[in-house]
């Protein structure tokens, strides 16, 4: 079978603040391409977690405050949203969400809106574009970001979307513990082929694919802080 181009070694850039002041928050976040505005004075906080890589993102927000946001996903990155199990239901694309066992999916470039309320919490997946189609290319499901990009959100079961919840909060305690921020390539591994098939098997009912083409979970180490 053959193997995604995965460096032996890569540096990651790390980034975690809490803030609870919106202003302050709004000034931190101007180079991104979102726009916040808080609809009302209801007390603000947030608590935002990132690891960076060249071709691979993983990302845990939690706002508590009335907030309406807008913005584009990266350009060159697929990227998928993942609500925290415990989090607040929130409004995505103008279309309330009916549970948090979803899988929102983002295209490169994509707008987005969301109105959220106190005690949201998500997480967020990007991968480069080139990356998840080797990936899928390789699984034998070459052609299906087509598909992908047709649908906006899947609702899953409960327990599949608390395993990938938990994963994707063990890799990110595991790179904020690291003194040095560099993952070997079994964990690169981690983010290159267990998280993308993870998620593509929660929405392989929407996108009619094989499932049984997908990398089996047992067969990767799960990172663990």
């Given at each position: 079978m053959k193997t995604l181009s995965i460096p032996d070694y890569q540096?990651?850039?790390w980034l975690e603040f809490e803030m609870n002041e919106f202003e302050h928050f709004k000034n931190a976040v101007e180079s991104w391409k979102l726009d916040f505005l808080q609809i009302d004075g209801s007390d603000f906080y947030t608590h935002f977690k990132q690891?960076?890589?060249p071709a691979i993102q993983v990302g845990y927000a939690q706002i508590d405050g009335h907030i309406e946001q807008n913005?584009?996903?990266?350009e060159d990155m697929w990227t998928f949203v993942i609500p925290h199990k415990n989090s607040s239901l929130a409004t995505y694309n103008h279309i309330?969400?009916?549970?948090?066992?979803?899988i929102l999916i983002y295209p490169p470039g994509t707008d987005f809106?969301?109105?959220?309320?106190?005690?949201?919490e998500i997480y967020t997946f990007s991968i480069q574009e080139r990356y998840l189609k080797e990936f899928?290319?390789?699984m034998g499901l070459g052609g299906i970001e087509e598909k992908l990009s047709t649908v906006e959100r899947v609702y899953i079961d409960a327990n599949d979307a608390e395993s990938l919840q938990d994963q994707l909060e063990n890799v990110l305690k595991?790179?904020?513990?690291?003194?040095?921020?560099?993952?070997?390539?079994?964990?690169l591994e981690?983010?290159?082929?267990?998280?993308?098939?993870?998620?593509?098997?929660r929405i392989h009912a929407h996108m009619e694919c094989n499932r049984d083409m997908l990398l089996k979970e047992k067969y990767l180490l799960y990172i663990r802080a």
């Open positions: 540096a990651f850039t690891l960076i890589l913005g584009e996903v990266p309330l969400a009916e549970s948090n066992a979803m809106s969301s109105t959220t309320f106190d005690g949201w899928t290319t390789m595991y790179a904020a513990i690291l003194e040095e921020k560099t993952f070997d390539k079994a964990e981690i983010l290159f082929y267990l998280l993308p098939s993870m998620i593509i098997k």
